[in-house]
């Protein structure tokens, strides 16, 4: 059962933030295609980084802990990795956003809308 590990842990990482998409109403799930959008450039830059690490030896996985069905070089749970935790970080993300919609100003500033504005002084 060893080889399921990797495997194993993404699903946990999906399984455990899953409940965030209800509960604090995340929409993630429901807007899928817009998350992948996000995801897959990043995703693919960091993949495209594992092969080349893996190719020249910099880069390895377990066999003890993977599965053995690979994608080219890469193992199927690499692959895995680059969506699923993206996935589970953007549910957090709006969860915490859901719940403390204050965080942010509504003019998508990262200043917190409870701060007061800075005040510039016009010329000297």
Known sequence: MRHLTYLAVMAACLIGTLPLEYA???RVYRRFAR???AIAPVAAAFLIWDYFAIQAGWWWFDPEYITGVFVGALPIEEI???VA???CAILTLEAVRHIKPDWASSRGSDRPSSL??????DGP
Request: aromatic share 16%.
């Open 24 to 26: 604090f109403q995340a």
């Open 35 to 37: 998350a992948m959008r």
């Open 80 to 82: 895995t990795f680059f």
């Open 85 to 87: 935790i993206p996935i």
């Open 116 to 121: 007061p504005e800075r005040k510039t002084v």
